[in-house]
């Protein structure tokens, strides 16, 4: 019988300290979540807006002959270019396992595409489906835009070079704290503002749908519209990628806290139904030595 309390008694104190761990990796989530779902969230108006300033402004050209620009030029699709943004670590639930399903079922294995990973969950997935990976990345839990930027260009280089015919993303999008939910979406060519906005809208959440607002004031531009809609596209496609980098982390960080919390929890209370045994052992060996006691005093 001490054998089996001295047993329990060692789970009581590993389980204790595996909850001291969960739960300090919970505050630490935590802490790291807020910040991740400010930036996500207050990077969202800045996208809108530059989406409505490139639509507006290529409203006010006439595409066909003015100008072009080849982000935005339709081309037939031969080989799709898939960026995959997932974790560095895990301990995060099911959030990477189900955004690999997604991705499996959105782009089954034997697609013409190649693959560029941010993360080093995403690198391990592709690798092992033995897709084809050109490169991957990885960024700081703070997601700088200076860190996302050669990601961007290195991205149009391969567009612009003819070894892809779409920028297409694949992540985690954040809509709150418990929900986190995979989707894919087309940047580059950069097509129907219109419709790729409201396809983002739907996946955050939002209760309002996206609409374009019509503008038909005439524009100036300093030194000339072909200068700055040369540079336009490219700056709107880097910004989406650092738009998508920080929903994805707000999406890690949510999902790892509420997993460090359901373990900090499920810990707590293995501990109690432990207790609840130990106790119990001990008081069946208390009454076994006292009966014991008994039996040997009346002989």
């Not at 983002?200 to 996206?210: D, H, L, R, T, V």
Request: aromatic share 6%; charged share 25%; proline share 3%.
């Amino acid at each position: 019988m001490a054998k089996g309390l001295r047993e329990i008694r060692n789970r009581i104190r590993s389980v204790t300290n595996t909850g001291q761990i969960t739960r300090a990796m919970q505050l630490v989530a935590s802490s790291k979540m807020r910040r991740a779902q400010d930036a996500a969230t207050s990077g969202r108006p800045y996208a809108v807006l530059l989406s409505r300033i490139l639509a507006t402004a290529l409203r006010g050209l006439d595409l066909s002959g003015e100008f072009t620009h080849p982000l935005i030029q339709e081309r037939p699709v031969k080989t799709r270019g898939i960026v995959v943004i997932a974790t560095d670590k895990g301990l995060c639930g099911g959030l990477n396992s189900n955004l690999f399903r997604f991705l499996n079922k959105t782009v089954p294995a034997g697609t013409p595409a190649k693959f560029f990973t941010v993360g080093k969950k995403a690198t391990q997935f592709v690798a092992r489906t033995k897709r084809e990976l050109v490169a991957d990345f990885s960024v700081s839990d703070h997601v700088n835009f200076s860190e996302v930027r050669p990601i961007g260009e290195y991205l149009i280089r391969e567009y612009l070079a003819g070894t892809i015919d779409t920028i297409e993303i694949v992540l985690s999008q954040f809509k709150n704290t418990i929900v986190q939910t995979p989707m894919i979406s087309t940047l580059v060519p950069l097509g129907n503002l219109e419709e790729r906005m409201r396809a983002q809208f739907a996946a955050q959440g939002a209760k309002s749908e996206f609409r374009l607002a019509e503008d038909d004031r005439e524009m100036a531009f300093a030194p000339d519209a072909k200068t700055i809609l040369e540079g336009l596209p490219a700056l709107f496609f880097k910004q989406s990628l650092h738009q998508a980098i920080l929903e994805a982390k707000a999406s890690e960080q949510s999902a790892r806290m509420v997993a460090m919390k359901a373990a900090t929890d499920n810990a707590k209370s293995l501990v109690e139904s432990l207790s609840l045994e130990y106790n119990k052992a001990r008081q069946a060996a208390i009454t076994n030595e006292i009966n014991e006691l008994a039996a040997s005093n009346a002989g």
